[in-house]
């Protein structure tokens, strides 16, 4: 008895220990809120999505990562966020834009990425890159009014 009780211990033990998850991109800063009612009111539909950068954000103070934020809505009506910089360049003129089948493409090595689809989990499904895009928390404020978008 004594032993299976080890035995379950260690299997959870082992269980509950996870990899440390590595992306190239550097940890930066993110805080943005979005307006889901005026000003970022496209992102209510279904499989869409906007990008924030310094350039076009409302107060200037907010924080936009390495090179900007996609925030997307996917076909099951959940939030993601992800940094636009590719995982495979890391550089901040190679990013990614949403392309006709609404998924994530870099601009410059061609990786896809899985942003509004199956899990939106910002994987890649195509191209150099063996790694994801950098994602950032997402918290829905004031029922489905605003979006926070935070990451420290």
Do not use: W
């Amino acid at each position: 008895m004594r032993r299976f009780v080890i035995f379950c211990c260690l299997i959870v033990f082992c269980c509950t220990c996870t990899k440390e998850y590595f992306n190239p991109v550097p940890k930066s800063r993110v805080y943005i809120e979005v307006d889901l009612v005026f000003r970022d009111k496209e992102l209510q539909a279904y499989a869409s999505s906007k990008i924030f950068t310094s350039n076009n954000t409302i107060h200037g103070k907010e924080l936009t990562g390495y090179a900007g934020v996609l925030v997307t809505r996917s076909l099951f009506g959940e939030y993601k966020a992800f940094d636009i910089a590719c995982p495979y360049e890391v550089q901040m003129g190679a990013v990614v834009e949403i392309n006709n089948e609404n998924n994530a493409v870099c601009n410059v090595c061609g990786s896809t990425f899985e942003v509004m689809l199956n899990y939106a989990s910002g994987g890649c499904i195509g191209g150099p890159s063996k790694y994801a895009l950098r994602p950032y928390n997402v918290f829905i404020k004031d029922v489905d009014k605003t979006l926070i978008i935070r990451d420290y």
